[in-house]
């Protein structure tokens, strides 16, 4: 018997993948679970539009993301922290404090998790900074910490 799975399973497949298994595991598993349903002509059809959408909406994701990753390379995000003697700064720069000057200063609304540092930026001038706005665009702002 044909079914479509509904979710991945370990030993079968993923999510959308069309197997063939015998019709007492099927029936008692499978659709029994909601983990699969019966590969039908109307139901392989919904499954051909399904992929067609999330291959659509995928697509514009990465669009956007491009889009937005064109505009902010190169610029410059200013932030101000308090610093002593010589240059060293009281604590540390971190991705939550650079998610919020790009949105204050340059209007960019970026998830902190998605900017890239290895470790809190601890000196004063500039640093480069990557910021990974989907899995094939990753742009990279210039973060200027100047003393208050």
Known sequence: MKVILLQD???LGKKGDIV??????ARNMLLKKGIGKEAT???MNDLKLQKAN?????KETLEAAQSLGSQMEGKTVKVAVKAGEGGRVFGSVSSKEIAEELKKQ?????DKKKILLDAPIK???VTNVAIKL?????TEIKVHVVEK
Do not use: I, P, R, W
């Open 9 to 11: 399973v370990k030993s």
């Open 20 to 25: 063939e298994v015998s019709e007492g595991y």
């Open 41 to 43: 002509g109307q139901n």
């Open 54 to 58: 999330a291959e659509k909406v995928a």
């Open 106 to 110: 340059l209007g960019y609304e970026v």
């Open 123 to 125: 000196t004063l001038g």
């Open 134 to 138: 989907h899995a094939k665009v990753t």
